[in-house]
């Protein structure tokens, strides 16, 4: 399988199953179409082709596509189904996202979390409920030895007494476990002063800073109990955070919604106001809400990321560097085979804890009961809805298995396709249509800066 496409002025091929990028002229370009799927040279194509195109170059190219499908780096054949069962095993826990506060002192118009409760009451999390946490993931990690721990909300900072005592905790057991903790925290930066931020600096891997662009975006989403807005007090508080922390390890993250289709000046005025490490998502929201972004408005999506994807080569090569998250993409390494057919982990690898116990499969599964594993006195309760996160992968999934993104958004997001679909196996079609679009944005990317070294 291949997907062509072009942006910008350039031609793009990726090979799907190899993971070879290759960039065509012109004319090999539309001689490339007279390839069918399974690689053979559909010659009624090219007697057609070469009534319209000049001689010239055509022989050459169809030799130089012929030459890359013998190297195996065009119309390559998918080699990863056949072995999918053994990478279908029974896997570790290596990560939770610990809801330190079903609380929040925001009430942002598009939060999924019902403004922090999930569904339910609001409530913090106890002392003793993030020690048995801590205890859960060391016992079910098996010989897994570094581990990852989110801790996350409503708003953490709400509760920050309790994260510090469970991560005090995590690395007393760190010896006996033999076992490496990283942390990460997102926070909503308004209760982020000194005392918290250096703990913070101390001790978290990572943190993300969450705010949604320009002052007149995010204060019409992101505003307080009193409906008041945020931005004029978290950006000079996020910037010193940044400025800490030597301008690494860290994210701004925002989220765009049908308010604003032209995301992309959010990106760049988080930018021009000096963050390097920047992640803008779609919101996801339901109809009713008038938020969510629909399918008419995906041309315009369209046209936003490819606009923000010049201004970002064009930005760095300035040598005004910054990186944005949906942008990155590891053509040479990047996750494991097992990793891009699976996912996150979510509801296997990767659990949500709330502040009475119970786990999830994810943060956004919370406070549906359907979702319930089991808790972290008892430990997994045997529900089969796990087992439907273990058996889930892009094979199992029909609209994935045909899909030239597939190795690279593992299948989506389950947690959208339930939200959607009310089954994780069905792609939510309006995620699936921005992510395949922001990959051809990664892609054209490294065409530019390959070109450019």
Same mark, same amino acid.
């Given at each position: 399988?291949?997907?062509?496409?072009?942006?910008?002025?350039?031609?793009?091929?990726?090979?799907?199953?190899?993971?070879?990028?290759?960039? $065509?002229?012109?004319?090999?370009?539309?001689?490339?179409?007279?390839?069918?799927?399974?690689?053979?040279?559909?010659?009624?194509?090219?007697?057609?082709?070469?009534?319209?195109?000049?001689?010239?170059?055509?022989? @050459?190219?169809?030799?130089?596509?012929?030459?890359?499908?013998? @190297?195996?780096?065009?119309? %390559?054949?998918?080699?990863?189904?056949?072995?999918?069962?053994?990478?279908?095993?029974?896997?570790?826990?290596?990560?939770?996202?610990?809801?330190?506060?079903?609380?929040?002192?925001?009430?942002?118009?598009?939060?999924?979390?019902?403004?922090?409760?999930?569904?339910?009451?609001?409530?913090?999390?106890?002392?003793?409920?993030?020690?048995?946490?801590?205890?859960?993931? #060391?016992?079910? +990690?098996?010989?897994?030895?570094?581990?990852?721990?989110? =801790?996350?909300?409503?708003? !953490?900072?709400?509760?920050?007494?309790?994260?510090?005592?469970?991560? /005090?905790?995590?690395?007393? *057991?760190? +010896?006996?476990?033999?076992?490496?903790?990283? =942390?990460? #925290?997102?926070?909503?930066?308004?209760?982020?002063?000194? @005392?918290?931020?250096?703990?913070?600096?101390?001790?978290?891997?990572?943190?993300?800073?969450?705010?949604?662009?320009?002052?007149? #975006?995010?204060?019409?989403?992101?505003?307080?109990?009193?409906?008041?807005?945020?931005?004029?007090?978290?950006? !000079?508080?996020?910037?010193?955070?940044?400025?800490?922390?030597? /301008?690494?390890?860290?994210?701004?993250?925002?989220? =765009?919604? *049908?308010?604003?289709?032209? $995301?992309?000046?959010?990106?760049?005025?988080?930018?021009?106001?000096?963050?390097?490490?920047?992640?803008?998502?779609?919101?996801?929201?339901?109809?009713?809400?008038?938020?969510? #972004?629909?399918?008419?408005?995906?041309?315009?999506?369209?046209?936003?990321?490819?606009?923000?994807?010049?201004?970002?080569?064009?930005?760095?090569?300035?040598?005004?560097?910054?990186? $944005? =998250? /949906?942008?990155?993409?590891?053509?040479?390494?990047?996750?494991?085979?097992?990793?891009?057919?699976?996912?996150?982990?979510?509801?296997?690898?990767?659990?949500?804890?709330?502040?009475?116990?119970?786990?999830?499969?994810? /943060?956004?599964?919370?406070?549906?009961?359907? $979702?319930?594993?089991? +808790?972290?006195?008892?430990?997994?309760?045997?529900?089969?809805?796990?087992?439907?996160? &273990?058996?889930?992968?892009?094979?199992?999934?029909?609209?994935?298995? @045909?899909?030239?993104?597939? &190795?690279?958004? %593992?299948?989506?997001?389950?947690?959208?396709?339930?939200?959607?679909?009310?089954?994780?196996?069905?792609?939510?079609?309006?995620?699936?249509?921005?992510?395949?679009?922001?990959?051809?944005?990664?892609?054209?990317?490294?065409?530019?800066?390959?070109?450019?070294?």
């Amino acid at each position: 399988m291949i997907h062509a496409f072009s942006m910008h002025g350039t031609n793009l091929v990726l090979d799907v199953s190899s993971g070879a990028v290759h960039v $065509f002229d012109d004319t090999a370009f539309e001689v490339l179409k007279c390839f069918d799927q399974d690689g053979r040279l559909n010659d009624e194509k090219l007697y057609k082709l070469k009534e319209q195109l000049p001689q010239k170059g055509i022989p @050459e190219a169809v030799d130089e596509i012929q030459a890359l499908i013998d @190297e195996g780096l065009l119309f %390559s054949v998918d080699p990863y189904e056949e072995y999918l069962p053994q990478w279908s095993k029974q896997t570790v826990v290596k990560a939770l996202c610990l809801h330190i506060a079903h609380d929040c002192n925001l009430r942002c118009k598009y939060c999924f979390a019902g403004t922090g409760e999930y569904l339910g009451e609001r409530s913090l999390m106890s002392l003793e409920v993030g020690k048995k946490a801590i205890d859960f993931l #060391i016992e079910n +990690s098996g010989n897994r030895r570094n581990l990852e721990v989110d =801790f996350f909300g409503g708003e !953490p900072l709400m509760n920050f007494d309790v994260v510090k005592e469970i991560v /005090h905790y995590a690395r007393s *057991r760190e +010896s006996d476990s033999g076992k490496n903790f990283r =942390f990460t #925290i997102t926070t909503n930066v308004l209760l982020l002063d000194k @005392e918290k931020r250096d703990f913070i600096n101390e001790h978290m891997h990572n943190v993300v800073l969450s705010i949604d662009g320009r002052k007149e #975006i995010n204060d019409y989403m992101r505003q307080r109990v009193d409906g008041t807005g945020c931005y004029d007090r978290i950006l !000079p508080l996020a910037k010193i955070m940044v400025e800490e922390r030597g /301008h690494e390890n860290y994210y701004v993250r925002g989220t =765009f919604t *049908r308010n604003n289709l032209d $995301f992309g000046e959010d990106v760049l005025h988080l930018a021009d106001e000096g963050f390097e490490q920047i992640s803008v998502e779609p919101v996801v929201a339901s109809a009713d809400s008038g938020l969510d #972004i629909r399918e008419e408005d995906i041309p315009r999506v369209w046209d936003e990321y490819e606009r923000l994807a010049k201004a970002y080569v064009e930005r760095r090569a300035s040598g005004r560097w910054f990186n $944005f =998250f /949906h942008f990155m993409l590891d053509l040479e390494g990047g996750p494991c085979i097992a990793k891009r057919l699976r996912g996150c982990g979510s509801g296997t690898e990767y659990l949500a804890v709330t502040p009475e116990g119970d786990l999830y499969p994810c /943060h956004q599964f919370v406070g549906q009961p359907r $979702f319930i594993l089991g +808790s972290v006195f008892e430990g997994f309760t045997g529900n089969p809805v796990r087992e439907e996160f &273990f058996k889930s992968n892009v094979y199992e999934k029909p609209e994935c298995r @045909e899909c030239w993104a597939k &190795f690279y958004c %593992s299948g989506g997001c389950a947690a959208n396709a339930w939200k959607f679909n009310q089954d994780i196996k069905k792609t939510y079609k309006v995620g699936c249509e921005l992510e395949k679009k922001r990959i051809e944005c990664a892609l054209w990317i490294k065409a530019q800066e390959f070109d450019g070294n």
